[in-house]
C-alpha cells in the first residue's frame, strides 16, 4: 500500500494525471515537468500556476432546479 501511495504522489504520475484527466494536484515538480512538456499554456488555464487560488474557491452544491437540468437533458439526448 505505501508503494502505491509513494508513486501516486510523484511529479511524473501527478503531471500525467493531470493531462489524461484535467486535474491539478498543485505539485510544483509537476507544474515544471509540465510546462518542460510544453503544456505551460493547458496547465495554466487549469490555475496550475496559481495554488493559493484554490484556497479561496467554494464548493457549490446541485442546482435548485434539478427538475429543469433533467428535462432539459431529455430534450437534448432524447431520453
Known amino acids: 500500500m505505501h508503494a502505491y501511495i509513494e508513486a ?7 503531471a500525467q ?11 510544483e515538480k509537476a507544474y515544471t515537468l509540465l ?3 510544453g503544456k505551460k499554456d493547458q ?6 500556476n496559481q495554488p493559493d487560488l484554490a484556497l479561496k474557491m467554494q464548493l457549490k452544491g446541485p442546482s435548485g432546479n434539478t427538475d ?4 432539459a437533458w431529455q430534450e437534448v439526448f432524447g431520453a
Open 8 to 14: 501516486g504522489a510523484t511529479a511524473e504520475f501527478v
Open 17 to 27: 494525471n493531470f493531462l489524461d484527466n484535467g486535474r491539478p494536484l498543485w505539485n
Open 35 to 37: 510546462v518542460n512538456m
Open 43 to 48: 496547465a495554466d488555464r487549469y490555475l496550475y
Open 68 to 71: 429543469a437540468y433533467i428535462k
